[in-house]
């Protein structure tokens, strides 16, 4: 059984930056691709970015292109997102998401495994 922890959020001002990461255990996450998505109060769970196995595709939502970076350390099983020019529109749930497939996918539907959550609240 596949394990992902996030960690990372907080509490930040509109154009700062956060890191999350995302720790994964009990597969092998080298040949999973990896999934940012966020949820924020009474709305859907949505795609943030996401990275395919080797790190070589990335995807993100317009929302957050040009100011967010998903990338991964294989030798780490950990997936990153770096989220710069933060505004309070972004603040949510972040969640970490693995896909069984290498290919990646923005799809909620098409990741296997899911982290806890951690809280993104960014102040305006």
């Known amino acids: 059984q596949v394990q992902l922890v996030e960690s990372g959020g907080g509490l930040v001002q509109a154009g700062g930056s956060l890191r999350l990461s995302c720790a994964a255990s009990?597969?092998?996450?080298?040949?999973?691709?990896m999934g940012w998505f966020r949820q924020a109060p009474g709305k859907e769970r949505e795609f943030v970015a996401t990275i395919n196995w080797n790190g070589g595709r990335t995807y993100y939502a317009d929302s957050v292109k040009g100011r967010f970076t998903i990338s991964r350390d294989n030798a780490k099983n950990t997936v990153y997102v770096q989220m710069n020019t933060l505004k309070p529109e972004d603040t949510a749930v972040y969640y970490c998401?693995?896909?069984?497939?290498?290919?990646?996918?923005?799809?909620?539907?098409?990741?296997?495994?899911w982290g806890q959550g951690t809280q993104v609240t960014v102040s305006s």
């Open positions: 009990g597969g092998t996450f080298s040949t999973y691709a």
């Open positions: 998401a693995a896909s069984r497939s290498a290919y990646a996918t923005q799809k909620v539907g098409g990741y296997d495994y």
